[in-house]
């Protein structure tokens, strides 16, 4: 019924003679449409193309300016390409083909439905019960673009739900009625040359930033991390450098209350990224800053810095691609000096078949605290990232982590993508605790296995605007969590349909 909804729709937009969807400027769409800043190359018919093709035509009065190279290559590892901004659901309003809209192209508006069923045996979050919900996210965007430049608004509403469940509400999964995004924006479309913009925005926001392993917008999980704050972007995604400037505090996420920022904490962040050698290698630097200045006593004042590198791209015509980085922090947390350190490193390859089969190897490391007592932090702090990189059980962290994984990909229709991974799980540091329930043994004694899952998830899209996706993990305890606690196998299965209005 909803492929049929969506199919009159847009039928009657083709009636209406409308192009087919755009991303807005200096935006890369999602990877099922081609980049909207990729000059479309149209062919040339009638009086056009013959005076071209004549030797002696006369040559037109001023040439054309040629397009300006795009850069921009995405990784091929899981999770770390942006999301994009505005949000992948969000067109133009003409392009919606209603009658008397034609000329709306500085509108832009979005509706994005989402409805994910969970089952959970033996859920290591809720002391081995098992459970079951119902989990709905509906997002609506409305932006303000090109009419009154370089003045631009954005505004975007979630509202997260949880229905028969047998978990307790938390804020990873419900926060209704939530002002995700609402800013204003100064934009200069040619600032730092020709296609070379200066953004300035203020207000809430919600965005990726470098590799998405400290700062990120969560797709999985049914809430967002928003910040309330500055961001100055200089240039774009095609452009072969760009830099981001953010000075923002986190926004604090409430069940049904309007959500608020935390201003006992700051986060400050510069961001780099060199794309001129992309077909070999792009390249981003960043530093950030957490600030907590906390008046309770009872909490920690803590400055974490964190800095690091991300390099990524093909390694020629050979089928392989590669993504590394290092991130290292250090500071402050109350009396305690911070030390700590991650990493990741992945080597894959795409085979040459119908089907684009891609394996790949990797591994996420950060390190744990050894010794709670010798005044040194030294568990690795994710800050706003999104884990679902560690595995679909949404449980573990980049801290704390020794984390190989192989991964295959596959593509064996244009409307089916599907996704199988083994992940292991061992502790960096015996002494420190599990993302798993939570456990520790600060002797060390318990060992260091947590354990393996087996991650599939099948991506369908049944039209244009709608997708099925349905997944199903498995965790195989090791023998910290049997020396730790009650040791059950666990399974997470999942089903999603989402529909983009």
Not at 42 to 64: F, L, N, R, V, Y
Not at 414 to 422: L, Q
Request: hydrophobic content about 35%; glycine content about 8%.
């Amino acid at each position: 019924m909803i492929c049929l909804f969506v199919f009159q729709i847009e039928a009657a937009v083709a009636q209406e003679g409308s192009p087919p969807p755009e991303a807005p400027a200096g935006q890369t769409p999602p990877e099922i449409e081609p980049p909207a800043d990729v000059p479309a190359t149209e062919p040339q018919t009638g009086e056009g193309a013959k005076a071209e093709s004549a030797p002696d035509a006369a040559a037109p009065a001023e040439a054309e300016q040629p397009a300006e190279k795009n850069y921009f290559k995405a990784s091929k590892a899981d999770g770390v390409n942006h999301r994009p901004q505005p949000p992948s659901y969000v067109q133009t309003f003409d392009k919606y083909g209603l009658p008397g809209t034609e000329d709306l192209t500085w509108l832009e508006f979005g509706l994005e439905h989402r409805t994910r069923f969970e089952y959970r045996d033996d859920d290591y979050r809720n002391a081995l019960e098992d459970e079951h919900q119902f989990l709905l996210r509906t997002d609506v965007y409305i932006g303000i673009r090109d009419i009154f430049d370089p003045l631009r608004f954005g505004f975007e509403f979630q509202d997260s739900r949880q229905f028969q469940a047998d978990f307790p509400e938390n804020v990873g999964d419900v926060d209704q009625y939530d002002v995700l995004q609402g800013f204003g924006e100064l934009y200069f479309k040619d600032a730092l040359g020709p296609d070379r913009p200066l953004s300035f925005r203020v207000g809430r926001q919600a965005f990726d930033l470098a590799n998405r392993r400290q700062v990120a917008r969560n797709g999985f999980r049914n809430t967002t991390n928003a910040f309330d704050g500055f961001r100055l972007t200089l240039g774009q995604q095609k452009n072969d450098w760009q830099v981001d400037v953010v000075a923002v505090m986190p926004v604090e996420r409430l069940l049904r209350e309007p959500d608020r920022p935390d201003e006992e904490r700051w986060l400050y962040g510069f961001v780099h990224t060199w794309r001129a050698w992309s077909d070999v290698a792009t390249i981003e630097t960043f530093y950030f800053v957490l600030d907590e200045d906390r008046k309770d006593r009872a909490l920690l004042d803590r400055e974490v810095h964190s800095i690091g590198t991300h390099v990524f791209g093909p390694i020629g015509k050979t089928g392989f691609d590669y993504d590394v980085d290092f991130n290292w922090q250090f500071g402050n947390d109350g009396d305690n000096t911070r030390r700590a350190y991650a990493t990741h490193a992945e080597l894959g390859y795409t085979f040459d078949h119908a089907w684009k089969p891609r394996l790949a190897v990797l591994c996420n490391y950060a390190t744990g605290d050894q010794d709670a007592t010798d005044h040194l932090a030294e568990r690795f702090d994710p800050m706003f990232s999104d884990s679902t990189g560690y595995g679909y059980f949404n449980i573990q962290r980049l801290e704390n982590l020794i984390n190989p994984n192989l991964r295959l990909q596959l593509k064996p229709h244009e409307k089916i993508e599907f996704n199988g991974y083994y992940r292991a799980y061992w502790l960096a540091r015996d002494e420190d605790r599990s993302n798993w329930g939570g456990r520790i043994d600060p002797t060390g004694r318990s060992g260091d296995c947590v354990g393996q899952t087996v991650d599939l998830v099948m991506k369908y899209k049944m039209c244009p605007k709608s997708e099925l996706e349905i997944g199903y993990a498995h965790f195989f305890p090791g023998s910290f969590i049997g020396n730790t606690g009650p040791a059950e196998d666990s399974d997470f299965l999942f089903v999603a349909a989402t529909v983009k209005f």
